[in-house]
């Protein structure tokens, strides 16, 4: 290929935001004659290749704007610090079929039994996959709820959480909700339902949990144990 031509790819993959195709246009052309590609197996090369670049970066700016608190994996989880939780039914909402589903999880327990970490591992699992996620902690929704309806921008502020696909709400039941304040969160919840996914974590039975009870998941899972590493950590399915 000559280089007027390469210049003129360059300028145009420039134009279309095709940014990695101007830096590697040349790296394409050394293994496409390497390879003897025909011109289907190079213009796959190159759009598969630009799919990638496009999909990470759309990957990383979406773990960039979800407040996620880290970006640990299942992977990263110690399934032996909690013996009695089988790794297959937490990798079972790894698959994120709930979400698909718009449905929501709910992992109930006392304080240390990796229930954040399971709740964001999914979470980036999700945006890997395309959907996008938002972190919360409960106190903090309901905070910034109640300053946007003092000021009267709640309607805006409701936006924060109802367009993500997978909202993320983290400490539910750690401090009560006055009145007032369980309106608000009612509201995410209730105007989230069958539009998006909740993976909510909670140190309360999900009994008490009632006011996300009330959404009526088609299907939520719920995991509870015990911290330090004592027993007691199971799963139940919830059909509603």
Do not use: W
């Not at 390469?6 to 246009?25: C, D, F, M, W």
């Not at 229930?115 to 699992?125: F, N, Q, R, S």
């Amino acid at each position: 290929m000559s280089e007027l031509v390469s210049t003129r790819i360059r300028n145009t993959a420039g134009k279309l935001g095709l940014p990695h195709l101007t830096e590697t246009i040349s790296e394409y052309i050394r293994r496409a004659d390497e390879g003897k590609m025909g011109y289907l197996d190079f213009l796959d090369l190159v759009l598969s290749e630009e799919l990638a670049v496009r999909d990470d970066r759309r990957f990383r700016q979406g773990l960039r704007l979800s407040r996620l608190p880290h970006h640990k994996t299942l992977d990263e989880y110690d399934f032996s610090f909690q013996p009695e939780l089988d790794p297959r039914k937490v990798k079972d909402l790894a698959t994120l079929s709930f979400v698909e589903g718009k449905a929501n999880a709910a992992l109930l327990g006392p304080p240390g039994v990796g229930k954040t970490h399971i709740a964001v591992a999914l979470a980036v699992a999700a945006c890997r996959a395309g959907y996008s996620i938002y972190f919360t902690s409960l106190d903090d929704m309901v905070r910034n709820l109640k300053a946007a309806e003092a000021a009267g921008r709640l309607t805006n502020k409701l936006g924060t959480y109802l367009r993500p696909s997978v909202l993320v709400v983290d400490e539910v039941g750690y401090q009560p909700l006055e009145r007032a304040e369980a309106n608000l969160v009612f509201q995410v919840i209730s105007k989230r339902y069958e539009k998006g996914s909740i993976i909510l974590t909670s140190n309360k039975t999900f009994s008490k949990a009632h006011m996300f009870r009330r959404t009526r998941a088609r299907r939520c899972r719920n995991i509870t144990g015990s911290s330090c590493g004592s027993p007691g950590i199971r799963r139940r399915r919830c059909l509603g």
